[in-house]
């Protein structure tokens, strides 16, 4: 088939070049000409494991290609993947002005039958208006398509290349049978392809990560109760899981959850209920616990150097000239990107205090320097952010976190202080190598 993706960000680069992958002719398109020039010359501008590989295999056989030019990507193109991007507005609302000028350019430069698909997380009644936007500036016939992703970042390619569900929203039988057509080598039963009106489509998508962020936040609150209670989250959570109604799936305790998706689509919903003239009250309470617990962690570091200061050192402020190493910064493990994450809010409060901050993250080191400038020291090994630290504090749980050599940590630090903001250590180990350990919701 011949396709056309607008966008190439995670969402867009990741299903351009899966699609390429299945054997379709794919043009990339995006308006930013130095992002364009930057995969032109090999180079990938975002960090996902697998992508680059399949990038350069599929533009070796020629059958991936990135462009500028917007007639050219709608002109070659049967099939149009909408994949801009919809940030959140002041009120939380779902920002469509770029999803609606793509439209617009896409009717302004059709010659001939289209299937426009909106990729991007879109508002329920969305795909409406890019009717309207496109029918505007074409007499040519077109279908629209809701087509929404369920890509998680760090993984995004096995969930393309290998989905647990294909949802389809459309009213027409022909833009239906294209996409199945489109997907069958990805699903190859098709019992996995949800046919579906598009409302439900477009609703699905919020429905879904909505549930997953109070997940998140239901087992953090949870946490927060054992700490006070002086019960270990990590036994109630097992006991928890082994529930086959609840399962173990993002029933991990935390500093909350980040990243461009569950924040935005949960405001998003939120809103949506308001202007129904409803109260999303769970979901009010989901994003309340999330922006408390990013918290967690700095208040826990606080108060743990406050009962230091009381004990003998003289300071009102009792951060101050404190060192503090900080492993992580991603919203995530596998990705390198810091979109409402935990560490930044934890960082922004120690500088706050007084603290020097020092940061690794394997990844996501560029990204950071954009935020904190020389606010922060990054450091290239993880290691070296321990020298002469008072605290270690663990933010993202990346793999090679889990397994460090405890007793060169414990040389390294002024004091071995951990505090593990995701529950990834031992603490009974650590307790007897003499470390002094603060997990979230143990014991």
Known sequence: MKISVIGTGYVGLVTGTCLAESGNDVICMDIDQKKIDLLNAGNVPIYEPGLEELITRNVDHGRLSFTSDMSLAVKSSDIIFIAVGTPPGEDGSADLKYVLAVAGEIGRNMNGYKVVIDKSTVPVGTADKVKVAIAAKTKLSFDVVSNPEFLKEGSAVDDFMKPDRVVIGTESAKARNLMQDLYSPFVRKGDRILDMDIRSAEMTKYAANAMLATKISFINEMANICAGLGADIDSVRRGMGYDKRIGFEFLFPGVGYGGSCFPKDVQALIRTAKDLGLEANILKAVEAVNKRQKTILFEMILQHFAQASKQGRKNSAPLEGRTIAVWGLSFKPRTDDMREAPSVVVINNLLRAGATVKAHDPVATHEARKIFKSRVTLMDNNYETLKGADALAVVTE????????????????????????????????????????????RR
């Open 398 to 441: 990346w793999n090679e976190f889990r397994a460090p050599d405890f007793k060169r940590i414990k040389k390294l630090m002024k004091k071995p202080v951990i505090f593990d903001g995701r529950n990834i250590f031992h603490q009974e180990e650590l307790k007897k190598m003499g470390f002094t350990y603060y997990g979230i919701g």
